[in-house]
């Protein structure tokens, strides 16, 4: 080996200068395998992750934007079954009311029907007993008047 052809072996790994062709070929061939995996593989992939951010945002606005309105639908809910709730209040109070309107007006009816009745037992039982006492008051004398004939012992007419 002549001097100038090649540097001297250090260690067991051979480092040459200019760097021999191999190495050349390696850093090409990683070049154009690293274009082509971008151009195959990392650009499609990188567009289908991008398509799958982009999806994944939209569906998360999406469901923002759903989650808004359901809790806008959910308030005007309870809104009207609150208005709902005190309308069936009115009506229930005003169904009351009229029910003991209601009562009250056949109880009066009742004790009205009842003072009546009442009084036409009173008036009867006072007829009746003007009757038995006119009755009373006649026999009574009819018996007086044998009473004294039996002690008189002739007839009193």
Known sequence: MG????????GQNMLTFPPDITFV???????????????????PIQQVLEERHRRTEGARRAADEMRAA?????????????DLRVE???DAEAARAAT????????AEARD???????EVRDRL???TEAARATLAAEAR???????ERIAGRSIA
């Open 25 to 43: 070929i390696q850093i090409i061939s990683f070049v154009v395998l690293w274009f082509g995996l971008k151009r195959l593989a990392f650009d």
């Open 3 to 10: 001097s100038g052809d090649r540097p001297t072996v250090v």
């Open 100 to 107: 003991q309107n209601e009562q009250r007006r056949l109880l």
């Open 88 to 90: 069936l209040g009115r």
């Open 142 to 148: 009819t018996l007086a008047a044998r009473i004294v």
């Open 70 to 82: 359901a809790q806008v639908a959910s308030g005007e809910y309870e809104r009207r079954m609150q």
């Open 126 to 128: 006072a007829a009746e």
């Open 113 to 119: 029907r009842a003072g009546v009745q009442v009084q």
